[in-house]
Structure formats: structure tokens, C-alpha cells
């Protein structure tokens, strides 16, 4: 089936950059997918971008896309403390059913 | 508010005692989904709706069965729970095809199952 990888795990000092990245297999995926969870909480939509756009930005969010290599990166200017959280990418190649990867948990240390 | 609730938010059963975590949501979604969350593996789709009367499996269904009598619930029924059904489980509702660009999926809170 189709598959999507990321990293697993991310540490940055609150002020930097943090930047996750994201790797799928399906060709005809049409949209690509950030979501954020919290500790103890449900998954919310942080940002997505269809797939014949290279770039979206939304305030503090960068979406990077390089479709011939099938990478996303989501890059996250001036990380607080409160961006803590896990990170999931997700693909859909046209109605609701999404694959995730399997999370990348990104730690931001004061 | 718009949202998908679940209920219970935790549970502690045994094996093979019969259980059923609801899950509705009051946005008219027609898409409806349950997955499940556990440590290494990210999420994983049980089981999916794409409206009334019509459901189809995930990638894990293997265990869990579904129904959708009505279009705002989508309960999971596990039949004879078994030690490996301790998870973290998240319904998910989404437009469909009636839906806005990008199809957002809306997670509700979560329910924690163990069972033993």
C-alpha cells in the first residue's frame, strides 16, 4: 500500500527554526496534509497543500513541496514552547480517506 | 460548537467482554472514520463511512466491526476485546464529497482502551 515516512523525533531551543520532513509514495496524491496533536488531545488540522503548488505559507508555517522527489517539510519560524507536540504528515489521492506517517514529536527546550 | 465527540474517554475491560465506543458528530459530515493510535505505528484506519449504509475497511479492521444507521454516528463495536485492542482510538468526520477543498478531517478527543 501506499506509505508515508518522517522522522521520528525533533529537539529545538524556543526562538529557532524547526523544520520536519516528510516522505510519501503516492503519485497521485492531491493533497498533502500537516496536522498537530497535543498531549492528550485529538489531531487538528495545522495547514495543507495541494499538489500542483510548490510552496504555501501561513504566518509561522512554511509548506515545502518537491513533488518529483514526493517530499514534504513543514517549517516552523521562531518555535515556542507551546509548538510542542506531535506532528503527523498525511496524503490523500482525492476523497477523505488519508494515510499518516507515523508521527514526528518535536520537543522545544527554553 | 462543531465538533466529534466519543464516548467513553476511557475504558478497562477484560477479554472477550463485549463493548461499544460511540461516536457522533453534528457537522452533517457525510465521511466518518475510526482509527486507532499506538506508540510507533502513528495512526492506523479501522474502519471508514462514506455515508449512510455504506462502510468499508481500514487497514486494521481485523476485530472490530461498524455501523451507520444514522448519518451523525459512527459507533465501534468490538465484539471479544482481546489484550491486543489496547489502544488509543480516534473517530474522524469529514465533508466528503459534499465537502470544502482539502477535505479537513475533524478528530475527536480520543478514547483510551485497555484491556486485560
Known amino acids: 500500500g501506499e506509505d508515508v515516512e518522517q522522522s521520528l523525533f525533533l529537539s529545538v531551543r524556543e526562538g529557532d527554526s524547526s523544520v520536519i520532513n516528510c516522505t510519501y509514495t503516492d503519485s497521485s496524491s492531491t493533497y498533502l496534509y500537516w496536522y498537530k496533536q497535543e498531549p492528550g488531545a485529538g489531531l487538528q488540522l495545522l495547514t495543507y497543500?495541494?499538489?500542483?503548488?510548490d510552496m504555501k505559507q501561513d504566518q509561522r508555517l512554511t509548506v515545502l513541496l518537491n513533488k518529483k522527489d514526493k517530499h514534504l517539510s513543514l517549517r516552523i519560524a521562531d518555535t515556542q514552547t507551546g509548538d510542542s507536540a506531535i506532528y503527523f504528515c498525511?496524503?490523500?489521492?482525492?476523497?477523505?480517506?488519508?494515510?499518516f506517517g507515523k508521527g514526528t514529536m518535536l520537543l522545544v527546550s527554553p | 460548537e462543531a465538533q466529534v465527540t466519543q464516548n467513553p474517554r476511557y475504558l478497562i475491560t477484560v477479554t472477550g467482554k463485549k463493548l461499544t465506543v460511540t461516536c457522533s458528530q453534528n457537522?452533517?459530515?457525510?465521511?466518518m472514520s475510526w482509527y486507532r493510535q499506538d506508540p510507533g505505528l502513528g495512526l492506523r484506519q479501522i474502519y471508514y463511512?462514506?455515508?449512510?449504509?455504506?462502510?468499508d475497511k481500514g487497514d486494521v479492521p481485523e476485530g472490530y466491526k461498524v455501523s451507520r444507521k444514522e448519518k451523525r454516528n459512527f459507533p465501534l463495536i468490538l465484539e471479544s476485546p482481546s489484550p491486543n485492542q489496547t489502544s488509543l482510538y480516534f473517530c474522524?468526520?469529514?465533508?466528503?464529497?459534499?465537502?470544502?477543498?482539502?477535505?479537513?478531517?475533524?478528530f475527536g478527543p480520543g478514547t483510551r482502551l485497555t484491556v486485560l
Open positions: 457537522m452533517n459530515h457525510e465521511y
Open positions: 463511512s462514506m455515508n449512510v449504509e455504506v462502510t
Open positions: 497543500i495541494f499538489s500542483n503548488m
Open positions: 474522524a468526520s469529514s465533508p466528503g464529497t459534499s465537502g470544502s477543498v482539502g477535505n479537513e478531517q475533524f
Open positions: 498525511a496524503e490523500s489521492s482525492g476523497y477523505s480517506t488519508l494515510t
